[in-house]
């Protein structure tokens, strides 16, 4: 799962550096340009976890203890629709975002 | 110190090994050539304690030194002509990331038509890249401009790269007896390299050169000029240490007998030795001229020339590249903004172009037209004053009509 770095890392004095560079870690919400967002229908849902190992993103986590299993990081996750075509069980949708809570 | 018989590019070579630079990546292109072969022998035998870099071109070649630079050591690369404008691309980046790497660069003419020789046209063409320029007059100014250079550069005041830049064979390939440093004293002058701005270290990572909005390029361009406005002082500032150390005072620009004079010439590079010969030569004759070199040609001093130009009715501008386009060349145009608003009669000179000599007699001529404008006797002057009278016909062939 990609995490936002938790704090900056210069951590001695602070002094002016020219020209461009970055030292604050900022990950943007790249979620955000999703468009249709998959949806898990847990009845059919054995916990595989195919879609965890194809996601691009890397942004699926398996519970196989809980009922709803699939745990996806909707911060990140582009909407590409992989794990829709890769569950063996068909039971991923994309739906328009927007359209469901 | 020590007298050593030594040419251009054996100068510059012993300025980075004075300067105790620690990667070297180089591709040789005449005239440059022999600078790459010399680190290449000086790390092979252990002289230079240094990592030399093989690379396949001059755009990996300036990648390669503007990026060890950027993890903490001093870098060095030189090259010339075609070479420096394969490195372009390179040459932005190393000033815009505010990489001090000083950079040898043997003036050569850019292709086309191809040529080997000596021409100021590719070092120009790099002028507005944030880069500071200086022109070398002999092979001594070489050794001597390269080590000072360094002090200029890393300054923290400056961060920025520059271009030593020496006429290709009349400096490159011309033994002259130079007086060398001792290593001590440059140790002590230079000293171990420090990085000053934003570095790469692993265990505290930052991402250099990202992508900047509009919200910030002006901003970093600015960052720039205020580093290029400090030049002068410190350029002056170590120039004083230098004199100090070795005796020799180098400055940004030199006014050579021009307290008495009637008309001035104003030039670049190697020519300058030609045209005081030919100043004090005319001046034994009774004709008052004289000739101003320009060793800093970024940042432009041009507070300074408006001072030494105050007093001149008719100034010549020598400009050894074609300046194509232009009302004048690079030069020319840089002198005539500088005398914005004074009452003088600029005239724009173009010679020495793809290794033609600027001998004597061309710069006597030059002299002589303006001397006639000054008195009055004539009102026009040859602005390409080496050129050939069959300039327009030199092939011919024949076509079916």
Redesign the interface.
């Given at each position: 799962m990609q995490k936002q770095q938790e704090q900056q890392t210069r951590n001695c004095k602070k002094i002016n550096v020219y020209g461009p560079c970055a030292n604050e870690f900022v990950s943007s919400n790249t979620g955000s340009w999703r468009l249709e967002r998959p949806v898990v229908n847990f009845e059919n849902c054995i916990k595989c976890g195919i879609c965890e190992s194809f996601c691009p993103c890397n942004v699926i986590t398996i519970h196989k203890e809980l009922k709803e299993s699939v745990e996806i990081d909707y911060d990140y996750c582009k909407g590409c629709g992989i794990c829709v075509n890769e569950c063996p069980k068909n039971c991923i949708k994309l739906v328009a975002e927007g359209s469901v809570e | 110190m020590a007298y050593k018989m030594l040419d251009g590019n054996s100068a510059a070579v012993e300025a980075m090994k004075l300067a105790k630079v620690q990667v070297i990546s180089a591709y040789p292109i005449t005239p440059q050539s022999s600078i790459s072969e010399k680190l290449a022998d000086l790390v092979a035998d252990g002289t230079i304690k240094a990592e030399y870099i093989r690379v396949e071109s001059e755009h990996s070649a300036l990648s390669v030194a503007t990026t060890a630079c950027l993890v903490g050591v001093r870098a060095a690369t030189a090259t010339a002509s075609n070479g420096l404008a394969l490195m372009h691309e390179v040459v932005g980046m190393t000033s815009?990331?505010?990489v001090p790497i000083v950079m040898p660069v043997v003036n050569r003419g850019i292709a086309a038509p191809w040529t080997l020789w000596c021409e100021h046209g590719d070092a120009m063409s790099e002028r507005d890249m944030g880069w500071l320029q200086f022109y070398c007059q002999n092979v001594q100014e070489v050794l001597d401009m390269t080590l000072l250079a360094y002090k200029i550069c890393e300054d923290y005041r400056v961060?920025l790269p520059s271009m030593v830049c020496l006429d290709g064979f009349f400096l490159s390939h011309s033994m002259q007896k130079i007086d060398v440093p001792t290593q001590a004293s440059m140790d002590q002058f230079i000293g171990p390299y420090i990085p000053k701005?934003?570095f790469l270290d692993t265990s505290?990572?930052?991402?250099?050169?990202?992508l900047?909005s509009p919200d910030?390029y002006t901003e970093?361009r600015y960052?720039?000029k205020k580093?290029m406005d400090n030049v002068f002082e410190v350029f002056e500032e170590y120039a004083k240490a230098y004199e100090v150390i070795t005796g020799r005072k180098i400055q940004i620009m030199e006014s050579y007998k021009t307290e008495d004079a009637d008309t001035v010439l104003v030039a670049l590079g190697s020519m300058c030795g030609t045209a005081k010969h030919v100043v004090n030569k005319m001046r034994a004759e009774g004709r008052k001229v004289g000739v101003i070199k320009i060793v800093t040609f970024r940042p432009f001093p041009f507070e300074a020339i408006r001072e030494a130009l105050k007093p001149f009715k008719v100034i010549g501008v020598f400009d050894r590249s074609a300046g194509l386009g232009g009302q004048g060349g690079p030069l020319w145009s840089e002198i005539t903004a500088a005398m914005n608003g004074l009452n003088a009669d600029i005239r724009h000179f173009v010679g020495g172009l793809g290794g033609r000599d600027v001998t004597e007699t061309t710069i006597e001529k030059i002299f002589n037209e303006l001397l006639d404008i000054q008195s009055g006797k004539s009102l026009n002057h040859t602005q390409w004053i080496d050129t050939k009278e069959n300039a327009m016909t030199l092939r011919e062939v024949t076509v079916k009509c």
């Open positions: - | 815009g990331n505010r961060q701005n934003a505290d990572p930052m991402f250099i050169c990202d900047t910030e970093m960052q720039q580093a």
